[in-house]
């Protein structure tokens, strides 16, 4: 079965600093993989997603990630965080066609000012 | 404006009651899903539905009931047998048939047993 870890619970960063989120999926097969943002008090927002093609991915309000097929892993990428990134992250990963996800446990950041 | 409307935002159940949770949409999406989303678990599948008078069991289904009679509509009622109720629930939509894979997901309802 599918599944999708997420190891980062908690992260704290300041202001300009760098931001690395970890994602690896369990699936052997071709997947589709996502990240999604959950801002304090908002519903659930695409960041970005890969389904093919360039293995580097750009998202919304500058973030990005790389699917590293070798290591089964999606991580999230911001070269310089803002106090208004502070939100739950979360990563998924589908198999093309099923459109069912398997989310993975999320990652709470905090970006101090 | 087109989106998920998931009503109410909270909702407040005694113990053994049955409540039912609104999921409606104006996307013209065909496949609908219910998840559950608790602290340090992510968020979790319940129940899916693909087209009209279809739907499928999610990972988590026991507790949990749902109906498709409208493609704009996917109501999940919370049975008195789901021993742990309290959550935050969230309804999802997606266009099926494309590349453009993504949900978009409603605003939520919070359930909390009293």
């Known amino acids: 079965a599918q599944s999708v870890s997420q190891h980062n619970h908690h992260v704290i960063l300041s202001e300009a600093a760098s931001l690395e989120l970890g994602c690896n999926y369990s699936y052997g097969g071709t997947v589709n993989l996502f990240w999604y943002v959950q801002y304090p008090g908002q519903h659930l927002q695409l960041l970005l997603k890969?389904?093919?093609?360039?293995?580097l991915v750009k998202g919304i309000k500058g973030f990005e990630a790389e699917f590293i097929k070798s290591k089964f892993s999606f991580n999230l990428r911001k070269p310089s965080v803002q106090w208004s990134d502070t939100a739950e992250y979360f990563c998924?990963?589908?198999?093309?066609?099923?459109?069912?996800?398997?989310f993975g446990t999320g990652t709470r950041l905090k970006v101090l000012a | 404006d087109g989106g998920i409307t998931q009503s109410p935002k909270y909702l407040f159940r005694k113990e053994g009651q049955n409540v039912t949770l609104s999921c409606e949409q104006n996307?013209?999406?065909?496949?609908m899903y219910w998840y559950r989303q608790d602290p340090g678990q992510g968020l979790r599948l319940i129940y899916y539905?693909?087209?009209?008078?279809?739907?499928q069991k999610g990972d988590i289904a026991e507790g949990y009931s749902v109906s498709r009679e409208k493609k704009e509509s996917f109501p999940l009622t919370v049975t008195s047998a789901q021993k742990n109720p309290t959550a935050f629930y969230l309804c999802a939509t997606h266009f099926t048939g494309t590349e453009n894979y993504g949900y978009t997901f409603g605003s939520g309802t919070r359930l909390t047993v009293v």
């Open positions: 998924a990963v589908t198999s093309p066609g099923t459109y069912k996800y398997i």
């Open positions: 539905s693909q087209i009209v008078n279809d739907f």
């Open positions: 890969y389904f093919s093609g360039d293995p």
């Open positions: 996307l013209n999406h065909d496949a």
